[in-house]
């Protein structure tokens, strides 16, 4: 009687070549793509709001900058809310990319699944900066609120979040090196009989 298994054989040149695409979308994703998805939230709880406004968003070699001109009162609820939108939905998106991942690699799609990881990465990796600055968004609600923080508290929880992203990735690697290794070992097995 075999034992059935849910192993199967990686095609190690897809799999370079999703690694290879997933580290370049990271570079795409963290540096363009999940700064326009920080702006267009801003945007979008504008829209929500009832508020008109007015974007400028300019973008030379590697460096996005945006202003967001609003012709109304929100109120400091309000404005924190927009303020957070861009942070929160781009991690938002990140967490939810995370998830998919997982979802591919427990049924072992691993050459999508690494390069997913990488995406995910790339939309979590620009959010968590705004942790680390004295200037931005997060810091700009705190004082706007009102609400007494240091920076000390800010960049620790940016390393938690930073921690968390690491111990999933290293999790998600260790799972899917032990499908491949399992695949091949399987393999020379059977070669061997």
């Known amino acids: 009687m075999t034992k059935k298994t849910n192993k199967r054989e990686v095609n190690w040149t897809h799999y370079n070549i999703a690694l290879i695409a997933g580290i370049l979308s990271f570079l795409v994703v963290s540096l363009i ?5 920080h702006e267009l939230s801003h945007m979008l709880v504008l829209k929500l ?6 974007p400028d968003i300019t973008f030379d070699a590697i460096n996005l900058s945006a202003n967001i001109y609003m012709q109304c009162d929100l109120g400091k609820a309000g404005l924190a809310a927009v303020y957070l939108s861009g942070i929160f939905g781009t991690l938002l998106a990140g967490f939810i990319l995370l998830a998919l991942d997982w979802i591919l690699t ?5 050459e999508l699944s690494i390069f997913l990881s990488y995406v995910a ?13 004295t200037t931005g968004d997060i810091v700009n609600t705190l004082d706007l609120l009102g609400i007494p923080y240091t920076y000390m508290a800010l960049k620790l929880a940016g390393m938690v979040l930073m921690l968390f992203y690491l111990s999933y990735f290293i ?6 090196a032990g499908k491949e290794i399992s695949s ?3 393999g ?3 070669k061997n009989r």
């Open 49 to 54: 709001l009832g508020c008109l406004y007015y």
């Open 184 to 186: 091949m070992s399987s």
């Open 171 to 176: 999790m998600n690697f260790r799972y899917i």
């Open 188 to 190: 020379r097995e059977e």
């Open 106 to 110: 427990r049924k072992n799609h691993l």
């Open 121 to 133: 990465l790339g939309f979590l990796y620009s959010p968590t900066l705004y942790f680390f600055k």
């Open 33 to 37: 793509v999940a700064q326009y998805f």
